[in-house]
């Protein structure tokens, strides 16, 4: 009898520790996010003219002016492709730009629209996410590129996965570099309050 209490016990304890790791993989696969997402961005920015690198627009500590700024809207779309090894890329980038200092007789406040593509990574806890991105500037002028980065946002995503909808409200000092032969020539610094809104 003690033999077959033993053996009840320790069946069970096996299944339990299956079991166990079962759960576990499970909630390790449910923190991925998996898919193409439409997104749409917004972003008010204050940037500063171009310099040769390094870009010295903006106080590390204070994030206070140290050249004359300008300040800017922008609105833009794209198609977000997240995958299970928790990397995430913007294809098909569109965006136009507002400049609020265009007000007079003569100027062009809108500007035509960029493409841009970025490539990232993202982390979900539940239902908190995390995202990093670089962006590339589509440019018609061969060897030259611009590469515009960190973008940090963090936010939720809804229960169903339908949606995630991300802010930038930390201050995090961007950089728009301008490189030719993969070498940087300018640089500019920005900082942005910015949202980014996925829907499938």
Request: net charge neutral; proline share 6%; charged share 20%.
């Amino acid at each position: 009898m003690k033999n077959i209490t033993k053996a009840i016990v320790s069946i069970a304890l096996g299944t339990s520790i299956i079991s166990s790791h079962a759960t576990e993989r499970t909630r390790h696969a449910n923190d991925k996010i998996v898919g193409e997402y439409h997104v749409v961005t917004t972003e008010t920015c204050v940037r500063t003219p171009f310099e040769a690198p390094p870009a010295s627009g903006f106080d590390a500590e204070t994030r206070m002016l140290l050249v004359e700024g300008e300040a800017v809207n922008a609105i833009g779309k794209a198609q977000a492709l997240f995958y299970p090894n928790g990397t995430v890329r913007l294809e098909e980038g569109k965006q136009t730009e507002t400049s609020l200092a265009s007000i007079l007789p003569g100027d062009t406040p809108i500007v035509p629209a960029s493409l841009f593509t970025c490539d990232g990574t993202y982390i979900r806890e539940k239902k908190n996410v995390t995202m990093d991105l670089m962006c590339n500037v589509d440019q018609p002028d061969p060897g030259i590129n611009i590469i515009l980065g960190p973008l940090t946002f963090s936010g939720k995503i809804s229960r169903n996965r339908h949606t995630i909808s991300l802010t930038n409200l930390d201050r995090v000092i961007q950089t728009v570099t301008v490189e030719f032969d993969a070498s940087p020539i300018q640089q500019r610094q920005r900082i942005c309050s910015q949202t980014a809104t996925f829907s499938k």
